[in-house]
T-cell receptor, first 111, second 114 residues
């Protein structure tokens, strides 16, 4: 079973920040939080991952709470092309890369 | 640099027929994976190969076999297709850096079994 809980859907206005929450209350100390997205039935695309520090790359920022029980993916200036299903996944270090996908959050960016 | 490629893109089979889905990656990754995605669902891992010469079962391996032909190629075989195997199949590859994995996915094969 997936170890994460995400809202099934969210809306965001174009140009505004999209904040996607994820609950992973049973996460263990050596599990990473990964975010992927899937645009219109294409293959999923890696976005970002982190262990306990906040992370930022050219696509997004990842904020992990101090107790690591939840995290938020931030798309700073959402565009229509960011409309996708976003998956939050926890993955044990050195587990052969096996990803357990949940249902994800369907983000709709609206003009 | 094509990344991960999959063939065919679409396939229709009759119940009981067999077929092999092909996957290749040109990123020199050690690990490769096969997932399936049913309508409205997240992906589920079928099989994976942590390195050339090794394969292991994922969440839903029944009805499938795999072959890691070499470092580049990882194939998925359906010996006797069933309607329950109607799905979109994704192949992925990754490399390990400090135990952290970023997976790269192919475009998928859309399979219908009638």
């Amino acid at each position: 079973d997936a170890k994460t809980t995400q809202p099934p859907s969210m809306d965001c206005a174009e140009g505004r920040a999209a904040n996607l929450p994820c609950n992973h209350s049973t996460i263990s100390g050596n599990e990473y939080v990964y975010w992927y997205r899937q645009i219109h039935s294409q293959g999923p695309q890696y976005i970002i991952h982190g262990l306990k520090n906040n992370e930022t790359n050219e696509m997004a920022s990842l904020i992990i709470t101090e107790d690591r029980k939840s995290s938020t993916l931030i798309l700073p200036h959402a565009t229509l092309r960011d409309t996708a299903v976003y998956y939050c996944i926890v993955q044990l270090y050195n587990q052969g890369g096996k990803l357990i996908f949940g249902q994800g959050t369907e983000l709709s960016v609206k003009p | 640099n094509a990344g991960v490629t999959q063939t065919p893109k679409f396939q229709v089979l009759k119940t009981g027929q067999s077929m092999t889905l092909q996957c290749a990656q040109d990123m020199n990754h050690n690990s490769m994976y096969w997932y399936r995605q049913d309508p409205g669902m997240g992906l589920r891992l079928i099989y994976y190969s942590a390195s050339e010469g090794t394969t292991d079962k994922g969440e839903v391996p029944n009805g499938y076999n795999v072959s890691r032909l070499n470092k580049r190629e990882f194939s998925l075989r359906l010996e006797s297709a069933a309607p329950s195997q109607t799905s979109v199949y994704f192949c992925a590859s990754s490399e390990v850096e400090w135990g952290q994995y970023e997976q790269y996915f192919g475009p998928g094969t859309r399979l219908t079994v009638t």
